[in-house]
């Protein structure tokens, strides 16, 4: 075989590896916490499925305070309110509205500080990635609690853990037409 044979047949193996599945959900994450949430969560990429499985709208579209958003939230409250964390499960489902549509973007694990620190000595973790604390007051109207955000349907140039996505925006959303 020549070199320029053995070059394409490398070249062609490198394009193969870059469209494989890790590409296949626009640059998400590979990291193991944001493949169980797409795994977790393919079945709600249609809201109403979301829905069905009680999930509701929780306020409006959630802008940040520098730039970019979470989106709009689909809170499970009983899994809000159950101490508890599990990967499979998250709290809330994050949307980007895009027309007439809410893309599936993100998911926020959310458990109240209170009942968690009732029953653990530290700070909550899942796979690894420690959760942010958020005081009382806070915007949300909710007691103190721990959080943390995992983009796995869409890419964050900042992180997949980190809270505001400068790539998702809430231009699209019309108070009442988030279903």
């Known amino acids: ?22 590409g296949m959900h626009h640059g998400a994450s590979t990291a193991p916490l944001a493949e169980e949430v797409r795994r977790a969560t393919e ?4 809201v109403t499925a979301a829905t069905a499985a009680g999930y509701a709208l929780f306020l409006g579209c959630v802008t940040g305070p ?7 939230h689909y ?3 009983d899994l809000v309110g159950d101490g508890k964390i599990d990967a499979a499960r998250p709290e809330a489902l994050m949307y980007e509205p ?20 009732a029953a653990n000595k530290t700070p909550p ?3 690894g990635q420690l959760f942010h604390y958020n ?6 109207g909710i ?10 349907w869409k890419e964050n140039p900042h992180g997949v853990f980190m809270d505001w996505n400068p790539r998702v925006s809430c231009e699209g959303y019309r108070a009442g037409s988030a279903r």
């Open 43 to 46: 079945r709600y990429q249609d």
């Open 125 to 127: 973790t899942l796979m």
């Open 1 to 22: 075989m020549n070199t320029l044979n053995r070059s394409l047949i490398g070249l062609s193996a490198v394009l193969l590896v870059s469209c494989s599945s890790g």
């Open 66 to 72: 520098q730039g970019g958003a979470m989106g709009i």
């Open 75 to 77: 809170v499970n409250g």
């Open 143 to 152: 007691p103190a609690y721990y959080a943390l955000h995992v983009w796995a």
């Open 98 to 117: 895009k027309g007439s549509k809410l893309e599936l973007v993100g998911v926020e694990y959310i458990v109240i500080a209170s009942a968690w620190d």
């Open 135 to 140: 005081t009382s007051p806070n915007r949300y």
